[in-house]
């Protein structure tokens, strides 16, 4: 559209006023879309706001009752015109018309929040006062106190039980003196080991001996449990080095916490802890190895909560999960590990009249008595979720040589009366001589022939 000719205003030829509509082109009929947005924005944050008063503005009643906004907290109701005997009876605010009631309620809790918030003020200036030494000194008493009150709970009374004849040791010495000295070197040797562990890792669960410092490895868990400590108390009993014994017994009285955040191998921690503790107690006669023996186990008992009641290879002292080792078939159990609890589970049971853990260990037998062993043998593996042996593995060997061994032992522990267990060791040596023996094994490139005596 071109521009219009500026021509003087005389020239011009005006057109003639129409007030209709159409007089105004320029007029526009509805607004733009800049425009209508600013306009929708506005109304918005109009209704935002009128929602937002009727919603979220105070109730001024509710104020007035309880103007700290708890409007429905629990608080005793004590009846004054029983002379505030009753108080088994709680009030819900926001409940109920007596306003008064309320008020004096609400002012009695404001007096004892505040009276509270002064007795803590006053004790931290206290505490500020004193040194450095004696706030710590004061933290060790309360954790002593919170350590005592832990064992007075775990300690719950065992029923008395008859204490066989204890073993000891008798002090003789051998009439020859070749094996006099060889006894006295070993006696040597073991004292020599033990002096180092005390003084390089004492309550630590192992000793690096050339690193000369503690060391906990998986299989004990993260914490200190002084596990040498535990494991080697029979034998230092036997030794008749009775100043150590005493030593690792004031330790494992005082120290020794299965209430701890650390998972455990269940077959390690009973063949060494529950196994040595039970031991040590027959040895000795000392009431705390038995106490300890039977807190551990029922740390131990969780890991039996699968669904054929295999137990998991390894279990969490504090939360009781259980899990099985990932490289063990496809996340199996391991017969030399399941296998190997029997004979210290029976004696649980024997010491506290808690049948408990011998129907664990005995559901084990016969749950393997029912199963279908490959040529008559046992395999290395078995799934705890489906109950179904893994790899068809056996082994006289690692992963299998425990079980067979505590078979025997149960036997012998019994007074050979448990025939069952000889039984089913007697059927799996069997089938190992019919299967392995005769059998040819290529050894560097050598063909050899194995025998029942090379197994």
């Known amino acids: 559209m071109t521009a219009p000719a500026l021509l003087p205003l005389s020239g011009r030829r005006l057109p003639p006023l129409n007030l209709g509509a159409s007089s105004f082109p320029h007029h526009r009929a509805t607004l733009r879309l800049s425009e209508k947005f600013i306009l929708l924005l506005i109304l918005s944050a109009f209704i935002t706001l009128c929602f937002g008063a009727f919603f979220f503005l105070p109730d001024s009643s509710k104020h007035k009752r309880f103007d700290l906004g708890l409007e429905d907290v629990l608080i005793p109701h004590v009846d004054t015109s029983k002379g505030g005997k009753n108080l088994g009876s709680f009030l819900i605010h926001g409940q109920g018309h007596d306003e008064h009631r309320h ?84 006696k040597e040797m073991m004292k020599h080991a033990w002096d180092n562990y005390r003084q390089y890792g004492w309550g630590h669960n192992e000793l690096k001996p050339i690193a000369r410092k503690g060391h906990s490895t998986n299989i004990f868990g993260n914490s200190q449990m002084g596990a040498t400590i535990v494991d080697a108390l029979d ?44 031991a040590a107690y027959y040895l000795s006669g000392q009431e705390v190895f038995k106490i300890k023996a039977v807190q551990l186990a029922g740390k131990l008992l969780p890991a039996f909560s699968t669904p054929t009641g295999i137990p998991w290879a390894m279990v969490n002292l504090k939360s009781g999960v259980g899990r099985n080792w990932g490289w063990a078939s496809a996340g199996s159990s391991i017969l030399a590990e399941f296998g190997t609890l029997h004979m210290e589970f029976v004696h649980l049971s024997y010491l506290t009249g808690d049948p408990v853990y011998y129907n664990k260990v005995m559901h084990i037998r016969k749950l393997l008595q029912k199963m279908d062993r490959p040529n008559g043998l046992y395999p290395n593996y078995l799934n705890p979720r489906t109950g179904r042996w893994g790899q068809h593995h056996t082994s006289v060997g690692g992963l299998g040589d425990s079980f067979y061994e505590y078979l025997l032992k149960a036997w012998l522990m019994s007074d050979k009366m448990d025939t069952e267990a000889r039984k089913m060791y007697d059927d799996a040596i069997e089938s190992c001589k019919l299967f392995w023996v005769g059998k040819y094994l290529s050894l560097n490139g050598t063909t050899v022939k194995l025998k029942w005596d090379q197994m």
């Open 103 to 186: 008020r004096e309620e609400e002012e009695r809790l404001r007096n004892k929040i505040r009276a509270d918030h002064e007795k803590a003020l006053e004790e931290a200036k206290e505490k500020l006062k004193k040194s450095r030494d004696e706030i710590q000194a004061e933290i060790q008493t309360e954790k002593s106190k919170v350590v005592q009150e832990l064992k007075k709970k775990d300690s719950k009374p065992l029923p008395p039980v008859p204490l066989p004849n204890l073993i000891g040791i008798n002090s003789g010495e051998p009439a020859d003196p070749d094996i006099r000295e060889k006894r006295n070197k070993i």
């Open 235 to 278: 034998t230092l009993y036997i030794m008749g080095l009775h100043d150590e014994f005493r030593e690792g017994q004031e330790w494992i009285d005082k120290n020794l916490d299965f209430s701890v955040n650390s998972e455990v191998s269940v077959f390690e921690v009973n063949i060494r802890f529950i196994g040595g503790l039970l």
